[in-house]
């Protein structure tokens, strides 16, 4: 039976766990072949044999050379890039006075530049076919901000900024923009998080829930964005958990 992805490549940032390893999968099942990258190499390589093949990408996205040799390599082997899924990111949160700004750099080096890297390398490259799709992984801190998120609030802002930029830059040469805003999902994200107390929060406010996201019904929302008809633009989707206020 044909699939709704059948003929389409996509390469996934991030994919060694959490979000991007779910988009992986699920844009496998419905068809796609599959470009995956981050740093772990062997979580990527297991990802590979679970999808039943994947051109497998070891690359730090926050280094310039390598954000654009992940994206030359996937074009080189696979042929194309219809969608680009930026997914790569780090979430380190805590107050602002006493911050180690290492941290700061670290998370626009890889939530911000990586994605605007990636995305340059990929455009030229999706234009000579005359379509593309980038998703970029922003959150619901790409809307509002909490106290102790301030810079990361402030890399995912630049996110949704650079998505809209780029939305109005290339509507009109077939390249689709969709920035996937999740809340909370059970991943790996909130374990780098390096200030104690903030650490203690973020994990008692996720045990405290019922129901958080699981990385699977972020792939849901990714999947259905890139198999809309072509004249359809799904350009934001906000999804928390139902029990998630802010
Ligand atoms: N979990 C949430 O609640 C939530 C909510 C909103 C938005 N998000 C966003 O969702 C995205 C995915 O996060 P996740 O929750 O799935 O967390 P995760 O499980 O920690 O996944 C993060 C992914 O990014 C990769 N990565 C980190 N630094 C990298 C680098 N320098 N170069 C290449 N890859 C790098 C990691 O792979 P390696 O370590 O192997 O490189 C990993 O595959 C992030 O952009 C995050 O901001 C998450």
């Not at 990929?122 to 998703?135: E, N, Q, T």
């Not at 059970?186 to 405290?208: P, S």
């Not at 996201?213 to 934001?236: C, F, K, M, R, S």
């Amino acid at each position: 039976m044909a699939s709704l992805l059948d003929g389409k490549v996509a390469l996934v940032t991030g994919a060694s766990s959490g979000i991007g390893e779910a988009t992986a999968l699920a844009l496998a099942r419905n068809g796609a072949k599959l470009a995956i990258a981050a740093r772990r190499k062997d979580r990527l390589e297991a990802l590979a044999a679970k999808i039943g093949g994947a051109c497998v990408i070891q690359a730090d996205v926050a280094v310039e050379e390598q954000a654009r040799a992940m994206v030359r390599r996937a074009h080189e082997a696979l042929g194309r890039i219809d969608i680009l899924v930026n997914n790569a990111g780090v979430m380190l949160l805590g107050p602002i006075d006493g911050a180690d700004t290492n941290e700061w750099r670290r998370m626009f080096d890889i939530n911000v530049l990586g994605l605007m890297i990636a995305t340059h390398a990929a455009l030229p490259i999706m234009k000579a076919r005359g379509s593309g799709h980038v998703v970029n992984i922003s959150s619901v801190a790409g809307r509002f901000t909490s106290a102790v998120g301030a810079a990361y609030s402030a890399t995912k802002f630049a996110v949704e900024a650079f998505s809209e930029g780029l939305r109005k830059q290339e509507s009109k040469n077939g390249i689709r923009v969709t920035a996937i805003e999740p809340g909370a999902v059970v991943t790996e994200l909130q374990l780098h998080t390096t200030h104690a107390a903030t650490r203690q929060m973020i994990d008692d406010w996720i045990a405290g829930m019922k129901g958080p996201l699981q990385g699977e019904d972020i792939a849901a929302a990714i999947v259905y964005a890139v198999t809309q008809p072509a004249h359809v633009n799904v350009n934001q989707i906000l999804i928390r958990p139902s029990e998630q206020e802010n």
